[in-house]
């Protein structure tokens, strides 16, 4: 089992690290080679995040079908082939288009991944193998800030940066592929088409509002922090996101184990308000306090979507789970394509640190009303063991 979730982590780290996050670590070195403002690189971000929404959909037709395990693993080869066909990008529309594609890709293979990873893991410690898996994606931001402080980013060297992602993302998708069949993963249950209550006060609603506001705010300071700290010189770019996404990958490891027991959305309201502090902190224009909001906002924002992730399965039976998740990662999906387009447009009238602002308070209203989610106690799934939900 263990050895199922250690490779979806290493698939994390190009579902999340490389196709998402590593993208405002390279916006600086692509707008000095390719041209464009700020705007222009925001409504890019949005065209990926828009097709990581469509990709989130179509995961939840595809979550019960057979041969997910297959679909899933042409997903991750798709997505990091057109990793690599951003280091051949010479114009804008081309970037874009990519990006697009790759957002589809990677909507499609972060739910089934999370799914076959977790699939059969035990209730106790649901919280912790998906922060696991999700600890990935900080792992691979981490990887290409050292590779950022090694080798900066200047001239053509941003090329190079996307071909490496691609390579480390095909052998990644290749060995969980192999450890998936190995294991003789079977597709779950059949779907019984319950509806799931996306918009139910008595079931997601206060999880979906809050995570499409933490789409918005946690995306925009990732797609315009680097700029942010270009154009202030407060701290070194490369170290930042080394820092942020350390953190990341340790808060990960906390997380878990903290929503397994309280299974309510108070613990995702204390990652999503150290994002929010952790993103006003990054905004700042002096070394120190830059290097602590990364190391801030990196122990809280991998751990909201790892958390979420963990209520669902908690709440739904093993047959629903899959689209629940799915159905949850598109709310998330909404909220990423609104901040970078709103982001851009900020960062272009006000200044870069005033879009961060305007992300931190996103992250805040997100953390208000993920702590207002309860599990309800006569959950079937639930007997046996004590409810914390009121805490």
Aim: proline residues 3%; hydrophobic residues 55%.
């Amino acid at each position: 089992m263990w050895v199922r979730i250690a490779s979806a982590a290493a698939c994390f780290a190009a579902i999340m690290g490389f196709s998402r996050l590593a993208y405002g670590l390279l916006v600086p070195a692509m707008q000095a080679s390719l041209g464009g403002g700020l705007d222009i690189y925001g409504l890019i971000g949005a065209g990926n995040l828009g097709g990581y929404f469509a990709g989130s959909l179509i995961a939840a037709r595809l979550a019960a079908l057979r041969h997910r395990s297959r679909l899933n693993g042409g997903a991750l080869i798709a997505m990091c082939l057109a990793i690599a066909g951003s280091g051949f990008a010479h114009d804008l529309f081309t970037l874009d288009l990519l990006r697009f594609f790759i957002g589809v890709a990677s909507g499609v293979a972060l739910s089934l991944t999370l799914a076959l990873a977790v699939e059969g893991v035990g209730q106790s410690i649901r919280g912790r193998a998906a922060a696991l898996v999700w600890s990935g994606g900080t792992a691979g931001m981490s990887l290409v800030g050292a590779g950022a402080v090694i080798f900066p980013f200047g001239g053509d060297t941003w090329r190079y940066a996307w071909f490496a992602m691609a390579l480390i993302g095909i052998l990644a998708a290749l060995i969980f592929s192999r450890v998936a069949q190995t294991e003789g993963r079977r597709a779950g249950a059949a779907d019984d088409g319950v509806p799931i209550g996306l918009w139910s006060p008595r079931k997601y609603l206060f999880l979906a509002v809050g995570y499409t506001a933490f789409g918005f705010g946690y995306i925009d300071v990732v797609t315009f922090f680097g700029a942010a700290l270009a154009r202030t010189h407060a701290a070194g770019l490369g170290l930042a996101v080394l820092i942020l996404g350390g953190a990341g990958t340790l808060g990960a490891l906390c997380w878990g184990p903290l929503v397994d027991r309280f299974r309510s959305g108070v613990p995702i309201a204390a990652a999503g308000g150290l994002c929010a502090a952790g993103a006003l902190m990054l905004s700042l224009r002096d070394s120190f306090p830059v290097l602590m909001g990364a190391f801030v906002f990196g122990i809280g924002f991998i751990g909201v979507p790892a958390m979420i992730g963990a209520l669902a399965q908690q709440r739904e039976p093993p047959q629903r789970y899959a689209r629940a998740f799915a159905l949850l990662t598109s709310t998330l999906g909404v909220g990423q394509v609104i901040g970078p387009f709103a982001g851009g447009m900020v960062a272009r009238i006000l200044g870069t640190t005033a879009s961060l602002e305007l992300g931190a308070f996103s992250l805040l209203l997100s953390a208000i009303f993920c702590g207002c989610y309860r599990r309800p106690r006569d959950n079937s799934l639930a007997k046996g063991r004590p409810n914390f939900a009121v805490m």
